[in-house]
């Protein structure tokens, strides 16, 4: 089957002719529909999370269940929405409610297949998703209704999850509060969407590129500011001098961090969803933090459980109160990912989607 491969840190991708195993107990094989290209796919590609190389990347599809291993309980035929860290249900972190910390998902890259000259292959994240098909265990494949729009229904594994958890478990979003999301890819324009569902008001939405306004507007925002030394002043201005109450922080660099903390009102929260590289320090005065009372924490996967959250954002795609055609900036065949990695390193558009015939 064919792939985006990298072969190592820094390298460019290219598609290739890989081997995947068959499926072997608990395991399915799963022939993809559509796969998103996320900034964590970048984030392989540089080496800033350290994988294992060739690597196949992709971690966010949805795709339709070919072949079932012995003891899978999924029949051959069933549309999948893949979970790129399914929770063991049996550690620390999963019996004590955070799925999304289960510590049997570690590892940026796992060991599965070949590639066509028989060398050793690893898979992003366990998945490999942007592939003609996938094996992965039967816990990373998570039912959904048929015939939502696969080009959308591909965003629920990780956007879309990882935007609307950021807002409705982590930060709880009350009706009313005031929200502020900087940096407007494909997670920050999910939580866009997710602050306008749960009634917040003002929604500013915040980035460096002047072409993402129109973006912005249509997934929820109220408000676009260009990011420049004078944002806290422009977003205290718009919240009667005070500052929001929830800023997001969705591009994972020390200087945004500290940019959503001052956009912040006294004793409101500060939300880092973009995933930095270990060595961008963040500075902030004990005097300022005690003072401020304002909380700084992270989102991981949108604090989310999964296997129960997508089922209801699929139902909530298929009725049509959730609509994530804003997040897609386009449905390309495989050839062309790699040009549309280009894009998103250049933060051109939001979410490329790379569809795959039936």
């Not at 509060?177 to 915040?206: D, K, M, Q």
């Not at 795609?317 to 050839?335: K, N």
Request: proline share 6%; glycine share 12%.
């Amino acid at each position: 089957m064919r792939a985006l491969v990298v072969r190592g840190r820094g390298a460019t991708p290219a598609v290739e002719e890989v081997r995947l195993p068959d499926p072997g107990p608990g395991e399915l094989r799963v022939r993809i529909r559509a796969a998103g290209i996320c900034h964590s796919d970048l984030a392989m590609v540089d080496g800033t999370v350290a994988p294992a190389y060739p690597l196949v990347l992709g971690h966010e599809a949805t795709g339709v269940v070919a072949e079932a291993g012995p003891g899978t309980r999924l029949a051959v035929g069933t549309p999948v929405v893949l979970n790129w860290a399914p929770a063991c249900r049996a550690c620390w972190h999963c019996r004590h409610g955070e799925p999304w910390l289960c510590t049997a998902n570690t590892g940026a890259s796992v060991a599965r297949g070949e590639t066509a000259d028989g060398g050793p292959l690893q898979v992003t994240l366990g998945l490999g998703a942007l592939a003609e098909e996938v094996v992965v265990p039967e816990r990373a494949a998570i039912e959904v209704p048929a015939g939502l729009p696969p080009e959308q229904a591909a965003l629920l594994g990780c956007a879309v999850l990882t935007g609307t958890g950021a807002v409705r478990n982590t930060a709880r979003v009350a009706p009313g509060e005031s929200v502020a999301v900087i940096g407007l890819g494909g997670v920050g324009l999910a939580v866009l969407t997710a602050a306008r569902r749960a009634g917040a008001a003002p929604i500013l939405a915040v980035d460096v590129a002047e072409a993402k306004r129109e973006l912005a507007l249509a997934a929820g925002a109220t408000d676009f500011l260009l990011s420049d030394d004078t944002l806290a002043k422009e977003i205290r201005a718009r919240t009667e001098g005070r500052g929001v109450d929830h800023a997001f922080e969705c591009v994972g660099r020390s200087v945004t961090i500290r940019a959503a903390w001052r956009a912040t009102r006294r004793g409101g929260a500060v939300t880092v969803v973009g995933m930095g590289a270990k060595d961008d320090l963040l500075s902030l005065s004990a005097l300022d933090i005690f003072h401020s009372a304002r909380t700084l924490r992270s989102s991981v996967y949108g604090s989310s459980d999964p296997d129960r959250e997508v089922p209801e954002l699929a139902v909530a795609l298929a009725d049509g109160s959730l609509d994530l055609a804003p997040l897609v900036s386009g449905a390309i065949p495989l050839d062309e990912a790699p040009a549309a990695l280009d894009r998103l390193a250049r933060g051109e558009g939001a979410r490329w989607v790379v569809t795959f015939p039936d």
